[in-house]
C-alpha cells in the first residue's frame, strides 16, 4: 500500500505517506464499525503526531487527508 500511495501522491514527504497509511487504517475501521460505535466515545491511540493533530482539529493542507477525515463527519 505504501508504493500505491506514494505512486499517487508523489509530492508527499515520506512521512505524510505513513501518516496517510495509518489514517486510513482507522477511517477503515471505523467505518466498519461505525453503527456499532454510534453514540459512544471512541479513543485513537497512537504515536503519530500527524494523525493526532489532523484528528483532533480534523483539518488537514493535505488534500487526501482532507477527504478521509470528510468520512469520519458522516
Known amino acids: 500500500m505504501h508504493r500505491a500511495l506514494s505512486g499517487l501522491f508523489p509530492d508527499l514527504p515520506e512521512t505524510a505517506v505513513i501518516s496517510v497509511m495509518e489514517l486510513l487504517a482507522y477511517v477503515v475501521l471505523t467505518v466498519g464499525e461505525g453503527g456499532a460505535w454510534r453514540g ?14 489532523w484528528l ?7 488534500r487526501v487527508v482532507q477527504w478521509r477525515l470528510a468520512l469520519l463527519s458522516l
Open 56 to 62: 483532533q482539529h480534523r483539518q488537514s493542507p493535505i
Open 40 to 53: 459512544l466515545l471512541i479513543l485513537y491511540v497512537g504515536d503519530n503526531t500527524n494523525v493526532i493533530d
